[in-house]
């Protein structure tokens, strides 16, 4: 049967592959693709514990009010994030993040 | 939830999360997070949460994933071609993920909590419905009486009653974004006025 702990290794499957998607890509709109999976995959351990924890026969909602908060933000977020790499490409002609090294040491 | 839609659900989003990471093309890999949203979203539906599942197709798959296209599509951007990629930083990632997964493996396989399985913590309106006593919101207290779960009359109760303050700040946080994105995506005016 599925337990809590089962839903934990998912999610800590998909936050390692965003993860791992930051390390490798250098394309930065992959980059933030990747960046809100790391996101969804934080919402799905919230979700988790929000069904394991009942309280009165009803699931712990503070958690889910916690993930609607997160997709608000993310949301926020990628919007921000988008204008700038608009911004970016229109100073660079590329979204690659080697092309972006004034600030190098 | 049976556990061959767990397994099929999760597989899914897994799945596909991998393909964004390794598709060149920038347009397949938006996509396949598209798809990877909508495995995440019926797990979601599997946990209970109706709520939280229909708004992750809806503000995910849908809003955030046009956004994504609408910007790569805007820009023109082709596939990465004749690139290799670079293997220390995939070796690094790959270390780094493993490393990940196996720590809450390890912490995971110690959690007797965690053991436990959908059917041992039932949901049971009817002991919610004692509990709320007379306090219950007639659409919520009907609801309960019928023995299902009004998940998403908890949820506007949840975030009205008891984080009504928060949700303010966040509709304050969406507007100085949308603000934010205006100013940032202003095209300077070179020809009048020279520098600002």
């Known amino acids: 049967m599925i337990t809590l ?3 934990l290794i998912v999610s800590s499957a998909l936050f390692a592959l965003g993860l791992a998607g930051i390390i490798v890509r250098r394309n930065i709109l992959v980059i933030y693709m990747c960046l809100e999976m790391m996101l969804s995959a934080a919402n799905l351990a919230l979700v988790a514990f929000s069904r394991f924890r009942v309280t009165d026969g009803l699931p712990d909602y503070s958690a889910q009010a916690l993930v609607f908060f997160t997709i608000t933000v993310a949301a926020a977020e990628v919007a921000v994030g988008l204008a700038i790499i608009v911004a970016l490409y229109r100073s660079k002609q590329s979204v690659d993040v080697e092309s972006v090294t004034k600030m190098q040491g | 939830m049976p556990a061959v839609f767990f397994y099929l659900f999760a597989a899914v989003t897994l799945l596909f999360g991998v393909m964004v990471i390794v598709s060149k093309n920038p347009v397949t890999s938006a996509l396949s997070l598209a798809v990877s949203f909508v495995g995440l979203a019926a797990l979601f539906l599997g946990l209970d949460a109706y709520f939280i599942g229909t708004v992750q197709v809806l503000v995910y798959a849908g809003a955030v ?5 609408f910007i790569i599509m805007l820009l023109d951007i082709k596939a990465e071609t004749g690139k290799t990629p670079n293997y220390a930083a995939v070796f690094a990632a790959i270390v780094v993920g493993v490393l990940l997964v196996l720590q809450v493996a390890t912490i995971v396989s110690t959690f007797e909590k965690g053991k436990l399985t959908t059917l041992e913590v039932p ?5 919610a419905l004692a509990a709320m006593g ?4 007639p659409g919520i207290q009907r609801d309960l009486e019928a023995g299902i779960l009004p998940d998403t009359k908890l949820m506007g109760l949840q975030l009205y009653h008891h984080y009504g303050f928060h949700l303010q700040i ?3 946080l969406l507007l100085v974004s949308t603000v934010g994105v205006v100013v940032l995506s202003k095209r300077e005016n070179r020809t009048e006025g020279g520098a600002k």
């Open chain 2, 123 to 127: 949901l049971r309106p009817k002991e």
């Open chain 1, 5 to 7: 702990n089962h839903y």
């Open chain 2, 170 to 172: 966040i509709g304050l």
């Open chain 2, 134 to 137: 007379k306090n219950a919101l």
């Open chain 2, 65 to 69: 994933m046009v956004l994504f296209l």
